[in-house]
């Protein structure tokens, strides 16, 4: 299994070979947010042993009340364990819930304990709406944090000194993780086995679970593809499945328009009236999402990267990233990728 450069097991297990991850529940939890974190762990220690590695995940469920803990969908989780007041604190993860503000008034035992203990573990993460706890104990004064994107305003109106997110699957201030809802959990952890054992054993689990891997913390929670489906009438849809499937080709507006059956000028109103904005701004934008993944998942260089997304040159590439995000291709990678990718050919 190979190493990454970033860390190394040996880096971050304790001598017994183990990275304690110590995962927090309490009633009204989101299930998907422990059973995501739970199946990636599970999954990691199966291919450490099918290798031959000593180092395992050693995954404890916790509570502020141990026993059974019921989920938002009425499914229990046996916690083992009381929050942990004395036995070191490598990994934590925090559960987020649908009923926040519930959780947060009838959890006090939980944000004293981070207040407490916050600032001890190497890593220290709020999955989702469990940011709350976080902010609640005063943890994310001056950072920044993420949260679903539907709690995104509630967060920031309730703690105006952190700095909300509302976009990115997971974020990284200092020991501080905060994640996106739901399935971001899963990126996540698979962001923790990449940091601790390497990409290569990141990949076998994510292929174990059949999900994509990487989501990197600096992707959108927003793609083109998943808006498409979500927007517009069915032909603008059509339309916008078509494009992405060539964003590789030259296309120009008459292509676009000749597809939807309409003449240039009736499907940029049409397409601004639905989107606000043009079409040939959209293909712009899905021909960037498409390029930050490949800069951030694969080690192609750059006129690569633009010839696959569609870009005339990478110059033009350099050129419309500068616009957009005031930054440069390069400087988009050396600021989200933090370990090496594999090269994708």
């Known amino acids: ?16 070979g183990e990275q304690h991850v110590h995962l927090v529940i309490y ?13 990636v762990f599970s999954y990691a220690n199966q291919r450490l042993a099918a ?3 000593a180092f395992r995940y050693q995954v404890s469920l916790v509570a502020p009340v141990p026993g059974p803990v019921v989920s938002d969908t009425g499914i229990s989780l046996d916690a083992g364990g009381p929050l942990p007041d004395n036995a070191p604190l490598e990994t934590v993860m925090i559960a987020g819930a ?31 709406t469990g940011s709350f706890f976080l902010a609640q104990a005063g943890l994310l004064d001056g950072r920044r944090a993420a949260t679903h994107w539907h709690y995104a305003p509630l967060l920031q109106r309730r703690f105006a000194a952190l700095e909300v997110d509302a976009d990115t ?5 200092g020991h501080f993780w905060s994640c ?29 679970l059949v999900v994509y891997l990487k989501r990197p913390g600096g992707q959108s929670q927003f793609s083109t593809a998943l808006t498409s489906q979500m927007s517009g009438s069915p032909g603008m849809r059509e339309l916008k499945r078509w494009i992405t499937e060539r964003l590789d080709t030259p296309l120009t507006l008459a292509d676009m ?40 998942d694969t080690d192609l260089p750059m006129k690569s990267i633009a010839w696959r997304t569609g870009f005339s040159s990478d110059e ?30």
């Open 1 to 16: 299994m190979q190493r990454d450069e970033a860390d190394s097991v040996a880096a971050t297990s304790d001598a017994s």
């Open 98 to 128: 649908v009923e926040i503000e519930q959780a947060l008034a009838r959890e006090p035992a939980l944000v004293q304990w981070c207040q407490r203990r916050g600032q001890e573990a190497r890593r220290f993460a709020a999955l989702c």
């Open 180 to 208: 996106a809802g739901v399935t971001a959990a899963i990126d996540l952890a698979l962001a923790f086995v990449e940091q601790d054992a390497g990409r290569d054993l990141a990949l076998d689990v994510a292929r174990d």
């Open 257 to 296: 328009a000749s597809k939807a059956g309409m003449s240039p000028r009736h499907l940029s109103r049409t397409f601004v009236a639905e989107f606000n904005m043009t079409p040939l701004n959209w293909l712009e934008e899905a021909r960037c999402e498409r390029a930050k993944t490949l800069l951030l």
């Open 169 to 173: 699957i997971f974020v990284q201030d």
């Open 27 to 39: 009633p009204g939890f989101k299930l998907m947010e422990a059973a995501g974190p739970l199946s």
């Open 316 to 345: 033009r590439m350099r050129k419309v990233f500068a616009r957009r995000y005031a930054l440069t291709p390069t400087a988009y990678r050396a600021r989200f990728k933090t370990t090496r990718a594999e090269v994708v050919h």
């Open 51 to 53: 290798h031959g590695e």
